[in-house]
């Protein structure tokens, strides 16, 4: 996901998208934990999603 894409999204559809990708990074771990995981490079990229979301929820808007 792109940092342009994220922010065009309202703040409600951004914390929705939070929670999306916080509980998909918990199934991912535990997923990993059981050898389950096929892309193990899953977990880096959720978590630069999650970080990209909280930095567009962070920031102050600049219109």
Same mark, same amino acid.
């Given at each position: 996901?792109?940092?342009?894409? +994220? ?38 990229? +959720?978590?630069?999603? +999650?970080?990209? +979301? ?10």
């Amino acid at each position: 996901m792109k940092m342009s894409e +994220i922010t065009n999204k309202t703040a409600a559809d951004l914390t929705k998208m939070l929670d999306e990708k916080r509980e998909a990074l918990r199934v991912s771990r535990f997923g990993s934990a059981g050898a389950k995981n096929k892309n193990v490079k899953e977990a880096m990229t +959720i978590r630069r999603d +999650i970080a990209r +979301i909280m930095t567009a929820l962070n920031s102050p808007k600049t219109a």
